[in-house]
T-cell receptor, first 109, second 113 residues
Framework: RKEVEQDPGPFNVPEGATVAFNCTYSNSASQSFFWYRQDCRKEPKLLMSVYSSGNEDGRFTAQLNRASQYISLLIRDSKLSDSATYLCVANQAGTALIFGKGTTLSVSS | DAGVIQSPRHEVTEMGQEVTLRCKPI?????LFWYRQTMMRGLELLIY????????DSGMPEDRFSAKMPNASFSTLKIQPSEPRDSAVYFC???????????FGDGTRLSIL
């Protein structure tokens, strides 16, 4: 079983839509969680950390469910510029981050 | 502030040649990571260093790959001899610690003919 799994998509949504991605992780000892964004032919960039109580950054909301071992990312009022691949990341203490393969989002006008 | 700096940005070479990729981490970061990304396999961790010491190289595909970090501001990833299946984008990233968010360089797009 892969350590971090994501639906590859693509998710095709119109501008203004709300879209949610889920990600599951296999290691119950994982402690740190992040969402990264990667544009085509670019490097991954940190979008936001994911905290146990859930956190919001503008139109983006991240949630963590430890009991079910999944992380979610909600994007409200989608913009064309949100089109990218979103990578889910988890790690356990003392190890490097484990990246999922990413979920591709395409926002159209 | 300068981010992670990788060179070269692009490399095209014939199979059998030695390839050396270079990385300068963000100053003050003590963890450095080398990744390979392909469409099929996604982002794969090859090796990472903590305080210049290799911690986990289990992702290095085979003996043809080697990595060094002679000091806190420089690391290399070497492939010798290179093969067409090594073609990928190679990213270097650094962070303040193993579990901390990583900052990636622009990557090296490697094509082995």
């Amino acid at each position: 079983r892969k350590e971090v799994e994501q639906d590859p998509g693509p998710f095709n949504v119109p501008e203004g839509a709300t879209v949610a991605f889920n990600c599951t992780y296999s290691n119950s000892a994982s402690q740190s969680f992040f969402w990264y964004r990667q544009d085509c032919r670019k490097e991954p960039k940190l979008l936001m950390s994911v905290y146990s109580s859930g956190n919001e950054d503008g139109r983006f909301t991240a949630q963590l469910n430890r009991a079910s071992q999944y992380i979610s990312l909600l994007i409200r009022d989608s913009k064309l510029s949100d089109s990218a691949t979103y990578l889910c990341v988890a790690n356990q203490a003392g190890t490097a981050l484990i990246f999922g393969k990413g979920t591709t989002l395409s926002v159209s006008s | 502030d300068a981010g992670v700096i990788q060179s070269p940005r692009h490399e095209v070479t014939e199979m059998g040649q030695e390839v050396t990729l270079r990385c300068k981490p963000i100053s003050g970061h003590n963890s450095l990571f080398w990744y390979r990304q392909t469409m099929m396999r996604g982002l794969e961790l090859l090796i990472y260093f903590n305080n210049n010491v290799p911690i986990d190289d289990s992702g290095m595909p085979e003996d043809r790959f080697s990595a060094k970090m002679p000091n806190a501001s420089f690391s290399t990833l070497k492939i010798q001899p290179s093969e067409p299946r090594d073609s990928a984008v190679y990213f270097c990233a650094s962070s303040l610690g193993r579990g901390q968010p990583q900052h990636f360089g622009d990557g090296t797009r490697l094509s082995i003919l």
